[in-house]
Protein backbone atom coordinates (compact mmCIF):
# COMPACT_ATOMS: atom_id res chain seq x y z
CA UNK A 1 0.00 0.00 0.00
CA UNK A 2 1.50 2.89 -1.37
CA UNK A 3 1.04 5.65 1.54
CA UNK A 4 2.91 8.60 -0.70
CA UNK A 5 2.11 8.67 -4.63
CA UNK A 6 2.81 11.04 -7.15
CA UNK A 7 0.30 9.67 -9.92
CA UNK A 8 2.06 11.91 -12.92
CA UNK A 9 5.14 9.75 -13.97
CA UNK A 10 6.40 12.65 -16.33
CA UNK A 11 5.41 16.32 -17.54
CA UNK A 12 6.47 18.94 -19.76
CA UNK A 13 6.32 22.35 -19.48
CA UNK A 14 7.91 25.07 -21.79
CA UNK A 15 10.46 27.34 -20.71
CA UNK A 16 9.51 30.12 -18.53
CA UNK A 17 5.92 28.88 -17.93
CA UNK A 18 4.85 27.28 -14.13
CA UNK A 19 5.50 23.40 -13.92
CA UNK A 20 3.13 22.00 -11.08
CA UNK A 21 4.18 18.96 -9.59
CA UNK A 22 1.49 17.09 -6.78
CA UNK A 23 1.83 14.62 -4.10
CA UNK A 24 -0.87 12.49 -2.17
CA UNK A 25 -0.70 11.47 0.71
CA UNK A 26 -2.73 8.77 2.70
CA UNK A 27 -1.02 8.55 6.22
CA UNK A 28 -2.11 11.75 8.60
CA UNK A 29 0.53 11.32 10.98
CA UNK A 30 2.85 12.28 8.55
CA UNK A 31 4.37 16.03 10.31
CA UNK A 32 7.04 17.12 7.45
CA UNK A 33 6.98 16.60 3.79
CA UNK A 34 10.08 17.34 1.43
CA UNK A 35 10.74 17.94 -2.17
CA UNK A 36 14.01 16.60 -3.58
CA UNK A 37 15.45 16.64 -7.09
CA UNK A 38 16.77 13.99 -8.88
CA UNK A 39 19.71 13.91 -11.73
CA UNK A 40 20.81 10.66 -13.99
CA UNK A 41 23.71 9.18 -12.38
CA UNK A 42 23.43 10.88 -8.82
CA UNK A 43 21.54 10.88 -5.46
CA UNK A 44 18.87 13.00 -4.47
CA UNK A 45 19.23 16.52 -3.23
CA UNK A 46 17.11 18.38 -1.14
CA UNK A 47 15.39 21.05 -2.65
CA UNK A 48 12.23 22.58 -0.47
CA UNK A 49 10.09 21.27 2.50
CA UNK A 50 7.29 21.68 4.65
CA UNK A 51 5.85 21.11 7.88
CA UNK A 52 2.45 19.89 8.45
CA UNK A 53 1.44 23.13 10.77
CA UNK A 54 2.26 25.31 7.16
CA UNK A 55 0.07 25.72 4.45
CA UNK A 56 2.82 26.99 2.38
CA UNK A 57 6.42 27.52 1.76
CA UNK A 58 8.32 29.66 -0.60
CA UNK A 59 12.14 29.38 -1.68
CA UNK A 60 12.83 31.39 -4.69
CA UNK A 61 11.32 30.23 -7.89
CA UNK A 62 10.17 26.88 -5.66
CA UNK A 63 6.83 27.26 -3.21
CA UNK A 64 5.64 24.22 -1.95
CA UNK A 65 1.46 24.06 -0.75
CA UNK A 66 0.36 21.55 1.81
CA UNK A 67 -3.64 21.10 1.78
CA UNK A 68 -4.08 18.75 5.05
CA UNK A 69 -7.75 18.18 4.65
CA UNK A 70 -7.25 16.93 0.94
CA UNK A 71 -4.02 15.23 2.29
CA UNK A 72 -2.81 17.12 -1.10
CA UNK A 73 1.02 18.53 -1.76
CA UNK A 74 2.49 19.97 -4.43
CA UNK A 75 5.50 22.33 -5.94
CA UNK A 76 5.30 24.90 -7.84
CA UNK A 77 8.21 26.06 -9.92
CA UNK A 78 8.23 29.66 -11.54
CA UNK A 79 9.43 30.72 -13.85
CA UNK A 80 10.55 26.92 -15.24
CA UNK A 81 14.59 26.52 -16.56
CA UNK A 82 15.65 24.12 -18.06
CA UNK A 83 18.26 22.87 -15.40
CA UNK A 84 14.93 22.28 -13.91
CA UNK A 85 14.72 19.06 -15.96
CA UNK A 86 14.89 16.03 -13.51
CA UNK A 87 13.50 13.37 -11.87
CA UNK A 88 11.50 15.30 -8.78
CA UNK A 89 10.75 13.05 -5.76
CA UNK A 90 8.03 13.64 -2.94
CA UNK A 91 8.86 12.37 0.59
CA UNK A 92 6.82 12.42 3.85
CA UNK A 93 8.40 12.16 7.09
CA UNK A 94 7.13 9.75 9.88
CA UNK A 95 9.67 9.47 13.03
CA UNK A 96 12.93 9.41 11.17
CA UNK A 97 11.81 7.46 8.35
CA UNK A 98 11.45 9.05 4.78
CA UNK A 99 8.16 7.31 3.01
CA UNK A 100 8.99 8.14 -1.08
CA UNK A 101 6.96 8.88 -3.94
CA UNK A 102 7.71 7.17 -7.41
CA UNK A 103 8.77 9.94 -8.68
CA UNK A 104 7.68 12.40 -11.32
CA UNK A 105 10.25 13.40 -14.62
CA UNK A 106 9.65 16.60 -15.34
CA UNK A 107 11.17 17.79 -18.70
CA UNK A 108 11.30 21.56 -19.79
CA UNK A 109 11.32 22.34 -23.00
CA UNK A 110 13.07 25.67 -24.38
CA UNK B 1 35.20 15.69 -0.64
CA UNK B 2 32.82 17.66 1.74
CA UNK B 3 29.63 15.30 0.26
CA UNK B 4 28.43 11.29 0.94
CA UNK B 5 30.20 9.05 -1.09
CA UNK B 6 29.66 5.41 -2.30
CA UNK B 7 31.51 2.70 -4.11
CA UNK B 8 31.32 1.15 -6.43
CA UNK B 9 29.39 3.09 -8.41
CA UNK B 10 28.14 0.08 -11.03
CA UNK B 11 28.10 -3.44 -9.58
CA UNK B 12 27.56 -6.27 -11.84
CA UNK B 13 27.57 -10.12 -10.11
CA UNK B 14 26.16 -13.49 -10.87
CA UNK B 15 23.28 -15.03 -9.21
CA UNK B 16 24.25 -16.57 -5.68
CA UNK B 17 27.39 -14.12 -5.03
CA UNK B 18 27.54 -11.91 -2.21
CA UNK B 19 28.47 -8.13 -2.44
CA UNK B 20 29.46 -5.57 -0.47
CA UNK B 21 28.69 -1.86 -0.58
CA UNK B 22 30.32 0.89 1.18
CA UNK B 23 28.76 4.45 2.03
CA UNK B 24 31.03 7.27 3.65
CA UNK B 25 28.89 9.82 4.96
CA UNK B 26 29.95 13.08 5.58
CA UNK B 27 32.23 14.02 8.37
CA UNK B 28 30.36 14.66 11.43
CA UNK B 29 27.15 13.32 10.41
CA UNK B 30 25.70 10.54 13.27
CA UNK B 31 23.11 9.20 11.40
CA UNK B 32 23.14 7.25 8.46
CA UNK B 33 20.29 5.59 6.03
CA UNK B 34 20.37 2.81 3.49
CA UNK B 35 17.61 3.07 0.98
CA UNK B 36 17.22 1.13 -2.53
CA UNK B 37 15.31 2.40 -5.53
CA UNK B 38 14.28 -0.30 -7.87
CA UNK B 39 13.20 0.74 -11.78
CA UNK B 40 10.13 3.33 -11.42
CA UNK B 41 9.93 2.89 -7.81
CA UNK B 42 10.28 5.41 -4.78
CA UNK B 43 12.92 4.88 -2.44
CA UNK B 44 12.72 1.76 -0.28
CA UNK B 45 14.04 2.29 3.65
CA UNK B 46 16.05 -0.07 4.39
CA UNK B 47 18.21 0.38 7.23
CA UNK B 48 19.15 3.22 10.04
CA UNK B 49 22.16 4.38 11.99
CA UNK B 50 22.10 7.13 14.61
CA UNK B 51 25.14 6.81 16.68
CA UNK B 52 25.97 4.33 18.82
CA UNK B 53 22.34 3.09 19.10
CA UNK B 54 20.98 -0.35 18.11
CA UNK B 55 20.17 -0.05 14.45
CA UNK B 56 16.69 -0.01 12.89
CA UNK B 57 16.71 -2.89 10.92
CA UNK B 58 13.27 -2.87 10.15
CA UNK B 59 13.45 -2.10 6.42
CA UNK B 60 15.69 -5.24 5.25
CA UNK B 61 13.75 -7.32 2.88
CA UNK B 62 15.16 -10.53 4.34
CA UNK B 63 18.24 -11.83 6.20
CA UNK B 64 20.45 -11.93 3.10
CA UNK B 65 20.70 -7.83 3.72
CA UNK B 66 22.62 -6.81 6.81
CA UNK B 67 24.55 -3.93 7.28
CA UNK B 68 26.98 -2.38 9.68
CA UNK B 69 28.60 0.88 10.77
CA UNK B 70 32.30 0.89 11.79
CA UNK B 71 33.17 3.57 14.44
CA UNK B 72 30.20 5.55 14.03
CA UNK B 73 31.30 6.34 10.11
CA UNK B 74 31.95 4.38 7.22
CA UNK B 75 28.75 1.56 6.12
CA UNK B 76 28.96 -1.47 4.61
CA UNK B 77 25.68 -3.15 3.89
CA UNK B 78 25.88 -6.79 2.38
CA UNK B 79 23.96 -8.60 0.07
CA UNK B 80 24.39 -12.39 0.36
CA UNK B 81 23.39 -15.00 -2.29
CA UNK B 82 22.23 -12.37 -4.32
CA UNK B 83 18.93 -12.84 -6.70
CA UNK B 84 17.81 -10.92 -9.70
CA UNK B 85 14.90 -9.00 -7.93
CA UNK B 86 18.05 -7.42 -5.51
CA UNK B 87 18.97 -5.36 -9.14
CA UNK B 88 18.74 -1.88 -7.79
CA UNK B 89 19.90 1.29 -7.16
CA UNK B 90 21.00 1.36 -3.46
CA UNK B 91 20.87 4.80 -1.64
CA UNK B 92 23.26 6.04 1.36
CA UNK B 93 22.51 9.13 3.01
CA UNK B 94 23.84 11.04 6.49
CA UNK B 95 22.19 13.81 8.47
CA UNK B 96 23.81 15.97 11.07
CA UNK B 97 21.93 15.29 14.34
CA UNK B 98 18.72 13.67 14.40
CA UNK B 99 16.48 12.20 12.23
CA UNK B 100 15.14 15.92 11.53
CA UNK B 101 17.39 17.10 9.95
CA UNK B 102 17.97 17.47 6.04
CA UNK B 103 18.91 14.13 4.35
CA UNK B 104 21.80 14.02 2.36
CA UNK B 105 22.57 11.39 -0.53
CA UNK B 106 25.53 9.49 -2.06
CA UNK B 107 25.01 8.95 -5.78
CA UNK B 108 24.07 5.43 -5.25
CA UNK B 109 25.71 1.96 -6.68
CA UNK B 110 23.18 0.43 -9.16
CA UNK B 111 23.56 -3.56 -8.58
CA UNK B 112 22.54 -5.61 -11.47
CA UNK B 113 22.27 -9.39 -10.88
CA UNK B 114 22.46 -11.62 -13.53
Known amino acids: DQQVKQNSPSLSVQEGRISILNCDYT??????FLWYKKYPAEGPTFLISISSIKDENEDGRFTVFLNKSAKHLSLHIVPSQPGDSAVYFCAARSNYQLIWGAGTKLIIKP | GAGVSQSPSNKVTEKGKDVELRCDPISGHTALYWYRQSLGQGLEFLIYFQGNSAPDKSGLPSDRFSAERTGGSVSTLTIQRTQQEDSAVYLC????????????FGPGTRLLVL
Open chain 1, 27 to 32: NSMFDY
Open chain 2, 93 to 104: ASSQTTPQETQY
